[in-house]
C-alpha cells in the first residue's frame, strides 16, 4: 500500500557537525521528514513517498530541493544519490548538482529516458576536488521535466570526504623490508608482484611462516564506519598472530591453510591466498615472496583485501613483511592499513607437500580460461563495452571484481584498490553473504532430495527441537527456503531482516543462542507458502533442520551437512579450497551458517553457476534434485516463486529472479535467476548460458545493463537449450 505524506521544506538554519569525518552525510528519508533539505516545488510536487516499506523523497516536473553539508577543508569529496523515475521523455532527466556558493551548480550525475520504469534505483556519483576555502558544499537533487507526469524519486543521498591520496610509492625496497629504511607507503600494488625483468629459477621457499603475536599497524586511515566498530572495538588496528604452512611450486608459493583461519583475535582472522616468489636480483642472495592476504571479520562475512611482501634466503632467513591493505568488500567498514610485522621463518619439508602441489595444478587447470574485459568486444563487436560493470550502475570505487562469463570464457574487469589494481585479481578472496542462501541453503536442499526423495516436505519442527509445533509444524524445509514460512512480525520488506533481534541474532556465537532465537523470533502470521517474508533466521534453521535429517537418514551421527552435500560437489568441480569450507558457530556444534558465510573467488562463484545452468551434472552424473533445481532457475513457468518486493521479482528456492522481458524488447516474460548477497554481490545465471557477476559494497544490485549485452551476443527471448 502507498501512503504519501507532505513534506514541509523549512528554510536552513545552520550547519551540524558530522559524526564522522569521513561521512559527512547521509539522508535515506527513513524517518518520514526532510529537516534540513529546502526548495521549490515550481510547475511540480514534493512529497515523501512510501512503497514496498520504503521511504523516499518524490520529485514532480521542476522541483528541487537543496542542503547544506559542512566539509572540513582539505578534503575531496564524492557525492552519490539513488535514483528511480517515471514518466522520463526526450531532454527530461532527474539530476544531483553540486555547488559552492549557490550560484554556480556541476552537475554529478542524472538518469533520463531509458531508465525510468518507476521501480529500479540507478546510482548517480561525483567528485568534488579538495578544497581550503569553502566550509560548505550544496547539494541539490532536481527534477528537469516539463509535464505533470515527470515523476523523481530519490534515496541514500550520501556525501563523503577523503584526504587525497598521497603519492604511491612505486617500489618496496629491500631496505625498507630489512626494516633499515623507513615505510614510506601506500605502495604501489606493483611493488607486491613480480616485474616483467624477475629472474627465473627462483629459491624454493618451503616452510612455515610465523607471527609470533599480534601487531598493531603502523599506519591506520579509517575511511567508513557506520557502526562506530573503532570506538567499540579498539583494535581494528591489530593484526592477528598466524603460523602458517608454505609450499611453493616454481614461481608459485602457495599456502597450505586456506580460507579464514578462525583464532582468538575479537576482531579479525587471516586468510592467505597463492602467491609469487621470484629472484629479487639485488646480488645478495635475497629472494622476494608476495601473498595476496585478507582479514575476515570475525562472525561475519566481511571482507579488507591486502598485499603481503617478505624477503627470504636459502638458508631460511627471512626479512620482516609488510602488509599493505587498501580495497574491501564491506559495506559498513573500509580503511587504509600499512604494517611491518616481525615474522620469524623455519624452513623445513611439510608434511602432505605433494598433496598440496598437486591439488594446486588441479584447482589452476580446472579454472575457467581467463582473458581481460576489452577482449570481449573484440570477440563481440556488436556489444558495447561500457555497458558491462556500468558506472551507471555500480560506483567504480565500490568494485571489488567483476566478469561476464560468455563461451566458457571468463572475461574479467580489473580488481581495483585504492593503490592500483590487484595484480592477484584471479585469486581474489570475496565474501558470498546471502548468495550462500542459494548455494547453501539452496543447492543443498537439491542435493538432499536427490539423495533421499521426499526431504523437501519434511517439517522444521520435526528436526528443531527448539522450535514449537504452533509456529514450525507445518513449515516445510522447502518453504523455509523460500522465505514462506508464515512466521514474521511485519511483512514490509526488510523491516524484520533489519530489526535489532536480527542482528543480536547475528552477533551471538554459538550454534544454541542463534537456534533459540531463531526459532522464538517471529509470531505466526500466515499460512506457510503464501507470503514471502525475508529473513535469513530461516535459512538458519533450514540448516538445523537438514543436517539433523541427514544424520537420521544416513544413520551417522556426526554428519555435517555442508561436509557431507555441498563439499563433494566442489571437489568434483576442482574449486578452489575457499569453497571447502564455510563460517561456523564458535562451539563444539560448528554449525555451518547456510545463509551467509562463504568465501569464494570469481571462478568459484562463475563455475558454481554454470554447474546449475548444466543443470547440476558432473560427467554425466545428476547430483540435484531436477524439479526443485528448474524452479529456482525460473524454468517451469508454472511455479515462479511468490512475489518479492515487486511484482517484476520473485524468490524461489533461495534465488531471486527478475522479469526482465520489457526491458530487453521481448513480448512476454523473460524471467533471469540471480543469486544476491548484502552489500552488492550479484551472481546472475542469464537464460543463454552467460554468468554475469560482480562483488561491490556499495549497496547497488544491478546488473540490467549487463545482461543486455549479453542478449546483444546471444538472444534469449525464446528459451535456449
Known amino acids: 500500500m502507498m501512503r504519501n505524506a507532505i513534506l514541509t521544506l523549512g528554510l536552513l538554519a545552520g550547519l551540524g557537525a558530522p559524526a564522522l569525518a569521513q561521512s559527512l552525510m ?3 528519508f527513513q524517518d518520514g521528514n526532510a529537516d534540513g533539505w529546502r526548495g521549490d516545488a515550481g510547475r511540480g510536487d514534493i512529497r515523501i513517498t512510501e512503497y514496498g516499506g520504503n521511504l523516499s523523497l518524490r520529485l514532480k516536473r521542476n522541483a528541487w530541493v537543496a542542503a547544506a553539508v559542512q566539509i572540513p577543508a582539505g578534503l575531496a569529496i564524492r557525492v552519490s544519490a539513488d535514483f528511480a523515475a517515471e514518466g522520463l ?7 544531483l548538482e553540486t555547488s559552492f556558493d549557490g550560484q554556480v551548480w556541476s552537475e554529478i550525475g542524472r538518469i533520463a529516458d531509458g531508465q525510468d520504469d518507476a521501480v529500479t534505483l540507478t546510482s548517480v556519483a561525483g567528485d568534488r576536488p579538495a578544497s581550503d576555502m569553502s566550509r560548505a558544499i550544496l547539494v541539490r537533487l532536481r527534477a528537469a521535466g516539463n509535464a505533470a507526469n515527470d515523476t523523481c524519486w530519490v534515496d541514500n543521498i550520501r556525501v563523503t570526504g577523503q584526504t587525497p591520496p598521497a603519492a604511491l610509492t612505486p617500489a618496496l625496497t629491500a631496505q625498507t623490508l630489512l626494516a633499515a629504511a623507513p615505510l614510506d607507503g601506500p605502495y604501489a600494488t606493483a611493488a607486491f608482484a613480480a616485474p616483467d625483468t624477475a629472474l627465473p629459477q627462483p629459491v624454493r621457499l618451503d616452510g612455515r611462516l610465523v607471527l609470533a603475536a599480534a601487531r598493531r599497524a603502523d599506519h591506520f586511515t579509517l575511511l567508513l564506519d557506520e557502526f562506530d566498530a573503532a570506538q567499540a572495538a579498539g583494535r581494528l588496528d591489530e593484526l592477528p598472530g598466524f603460523a602458517l604452512d608454505l609450499v611453493s611450486e616454481g614461481s608459485a608459493l602457495i599456502p597450505v591453510q586456506r580460507g579464514p583461519q578462525q583464532g582468538d583475535h575479537p576482531e579479525w582472522e587471516w586468510i592467505f591466498q597463492p602467491g609469487q ?3 629479487g636480483g639485488d646480488g645478495e642472495g635475497w629472494m622476494r615472496a608476495a601473498l595476496p592476504v585478507a582479514l575476515q571479520e570475525r562472525n561475519a562475512n566481511c571482507v579488507q583485501n591486502g598485499l603481503m611482501s617478505f624477503l ?3 638458508t631460511g632467513e627471512v626479512s620482516q613483511a609488510v602488509v599493505q591493505i587498501g580495497a574491501q568488500t564491506c559495506a559498513y567498514l573500509q580503511f587504509d592499513l600499512l604494517a611491518r610485522l616481525p615474522v620469524s621463518f623455519e624452513p623445513g619439508a611439510i608434511a602432505g607437500a605433494g598433496a598440496v ?5 588441479s584447482e589452476s587447470a580446472a579454472r575457467l580460461p581467463r582473458s581481460p574485459l576489452g577482449d570481449l568486444a573484440r570477440v563481440y563487436p556488436q556489444i558495447d563495452l561500457a555497458e558491462i560493470g556500468s558506472p551507471l550502475e555500480v560506483t567504480p570505487e565500490n568494485m571489488t571484481a567483476f566478469a561476464l562469463v560468455a563461451g566458457g570464457r571468463l572475461y574479467a574487469g580489473d580488481c581495483p584498490t585504492r593503490q592500483g589494481p590487484d595484480p592477484y585479481c584471479d585469486v581474489t578472496p570475496l565474501p558470498s553473504y546471502s548468495v550462500a542462501k542459494s548455494v547453501v541453503g539452496g543447492v543443498g536442499l537439491m542435493r538432499l532430495e536427490q539423495l533421499y526423495p521426499g526431504a523437501r516436505q519434511a517439517r522444521i519442527a520435526d528436526y528443531v527441537p527448539q522450535c514449537t509445533a504452533e509456529r514450525w509444524g507445518d513449515v516445510s524445509f522447502e518453504q523455509a527456503l523460500d522465505m514462506a514460512t508464515g512466521n514474521f512480525t511485519s511483512d514490509v520488506y526488510d523491516l524484520d531482516e ?24 517471529h509470531p505466526r502470521q500466515a499460512e506457510p507458502g503464501s507470503t514471502w517474508v525475508y529473513h535469513t533466521t530461516d535459512t538458519y534453521l533450514l540448516g538445523t533442520a537438514m543436517q539433523a535429517y541427514l544424520r537420521q537418514q544416513s544413520g551417522q551421527a556426526d554428519a555435517d551437512f555442508y561436509d557431507t552435500l555441498l563439499v563433494p560437489i566442489w571437489q568434483a568441480l576442482h574449486l578452489s579450497p575457499l569453497a571447502m569450507q564455510t563460517r561456523r558457530t564458535r562451539d563444539a556444534e560448528a554449525q555451518a551458517f547456510t545463509g551467509w558465510g562463504l568465501t569464494l573467488t570469481a ?4 563455475r558454481m553457476a554454470l554447474f546449475l545452468q548444466a543443470g547440476g551434472v558432473i560427467d554425466g552424473e545428476a547430483w540435484l534434485d531436477q524439479s526443485l533445481l528448474a524452479a529456482a532457475l525460473q524454468q517451469n513457468p ?4 511468490l512475489p518479492a518486493i515487486e511484482d517484476n521479482l520473485r524468490y524461489r528456492a533461495g534465488f531471486w529472479a527478475y522479469n526482465a522481458g520489457n526491458y530487453l524488447g521481448c513480448d512476454h516474460d523473460v524471467w533471469i535467476p540471480t543469486m544476491s548477497g548484502y552489500g552488492g554481490i550479484s551472481v546472475t545465471l542469464i537464460p543463454n548460458g552467460h554468468v554475469y557477476l560482480y562483488a561491490s559494497d556499495g549497496r547497488e544490485f544491478s546488473w540490467r545493463r549487463a545482461a543486455a549485452q549479453s542478449f546483444a551476443i546471444q538472444p534469449y527471448c525464446e528459451a535456449v537449450p
Open 26 to 28: 547521509f539522508e535515506d
Open 89 to 95: 521523455e526526450g531532454e527530461d532527466s532527474c539530476q
Open 277 to 279: 616468489i621470484w629472484d
Open 312 to 314: 627470504y634466503r636459502d
Open 357 to 361: 602441489r598437486e591439488a594446486w595444478r
Open 498 to 521: 533489519a530489526s535489532a533481534p536480527t542482528w543480536d541474532f547475528l552477533t551471538v556465537e554459538t550454534h544454541a543462542e542463534k537456534v533459540e532465537r531463531a526459532c522464538a523470533m
Open 603 to 606: 571462478d568459484d562463484m562463475a
Open 638 to 641: 508454472d511455479d515462479r516463486g
